[in-house]
């Protein structure tokens, strides 16, 4: 089955991954913090950041917390909870992107790709060296996204500590100016 940018999975590689998906099931784990927060934090594959960080006072800035493994389901449900309407509150202009890249995915750097250059007319995130990365999300979800939320780019930060500034900065008045 042609994935990506041509490449080609064999059948082992596919019975693998079924698998995997099978036996190790990774559930979504997205916390909800301050509802009027203007920021959501994306910890890409760094689990114990996102713990740490559901489990701190910082979550009291922040509207939305949680991971992304996979450049294509993972970011369609990454714009579901960013997009989609929320509690009455909760209007997320900014997003903190840290943590550690998922190796083989690229995650990270596909949701940057797909902020600056979109999809393709079949879906596919423009630029991607991703294996897989097409998404099921609509033309009006990707490009309300790209316009309305600003990517902060850490990835590779994966202290709490070392990411307590730009949260806080990035959730207040001066950090993430809220869209009309």
């Known amino acids: 089955m ?6 080609t999975l064999g059948p082992a590689a596919e019975a693998l991954g079924g698998i995997c998906k099978a036996l190790l099931p990774l ?5 909800e913090g301050a ?11 760094s689990m114990d950041l996102l713990r740490d960080l559901a489990a ?13 493994l996979s450049e294509n389901r993972g970011i369609d449900a990454l714009l579901r909870s960013l997009c989609s309407p ?6 997320i202009t900014a997003l903190l992107l840290c943590g ?14 797909l902020h ?3 999809v393709d007319y079949s879906g596919r995130i423009v630029g991607s060296p991703s294996p897989d990365p097409v998404l ?3 033309r009006g979800e990707v490009e309300r996204f790209r316009k309305e939320v600003r990517i902060i780019n850490r990835i590779g930060v994966a202290d709490l500590g070392a990411l307590a500034g730009t949260i806080v900065e990035a959730s207040g008045a001066g950090g993430a100016p809220r869209a009309p």
């Open 100 to 113: 550690r890249e998922v190796r083989g995915h690229l995650a990270g750097d596909a949701l940057l790709r």
């Open 136 to 138: 099921r999300a609509g």
């Open 27 to 31: 559930p979504e784990e997205v916390h």
């Open 35 to 45: 509802p009027a927060s203007p920021l959501a934090v994306c910890t890409l594959s």
């Open 86 to 91: 929320g509690p009455p509150a909760r209007r």
């Open 56 to 68: 701190s006072d910082l979550m009291g800035r922040v509207a939305l917390a949680g991971r992304l």
């Open 116 to 118: 600056a250059g979109g």
């Open 2 to 7: 042609p994935r990506g940018r041509g490449l």
